[in-house]
């Protein structure tokens, strides 16, 4: 190997340090901070405001997780309703309401820009529950004491 190998190599770090997806184990600490800030103001702003969007009016949202991109411009928003499985309908009621969310976010989060958000029903509960059937189950039972 030559001394010169280094130049060789893709070049993978920028002036924010390494590029997402090359080689990061995950989000930054940053990343997961503002996400976690979002979230928290998100899950109060569900809890107090009434909205005027019809669909939204008796919905109970919670919000279980907020992802956000590594330029802090994009937050995927993941919502469930509790004990109920018809989150997908309310998709296009959030989406509607997103900048209204956005301007409350703007005075509760301490941020240079509000990220936009983007909505996505959080289907982990509904898995879990769906492997615990599986795993009750007599055949899966059988399957598993013969091991």
């Not at 184990?25 to 503002?34: A, Y």
């Not at 919905?59 to 018809?86: M, N, Q």
Request: aromatic residues 4%; glycine residues 4%; hydrophobic residues 40%.
């Amino acid at each position: 190997m030559s001394r010169n190998s280094s130049r060789d190599r893709v070049k993978t770090t920028g002036p924010a340090g390494r590029l997402a997806g090359h080689g990061v184990s995950g989000p930054s600490q940053r990343q997961l901070r503002v996400a976690e800030e979002i979230r928290r103001a998100l899950a109060d702003i569900f809890a107090r405001v009434e909205f005027r969007d019809p669909e939204l009016v008796d919905a109970r949202i919670t919000v279980t997780e907020v992802r956000i991109s590594p330029d802090l411009k994009h937050a995927t928003v993941f919502v469930a309703r509790l004990g109920r499985s018809d989150i997908e309908a309310l998709l296009p009621a959030l989406k509607r309401v997103s900048s209204f969310l956005r301007s409350r976010l703007s005075h509760m989060v301490r941020l240079r820009g509000v990220p936009d958000l983007h909505f996505q029903p959080d289907t982990a509960l509904d898995y879990a529950m769906h492997v615990d059937d599986l795993l009750r189950d007599p055949a899966v039972a059988r399957d598993l004491k013969d091991d």
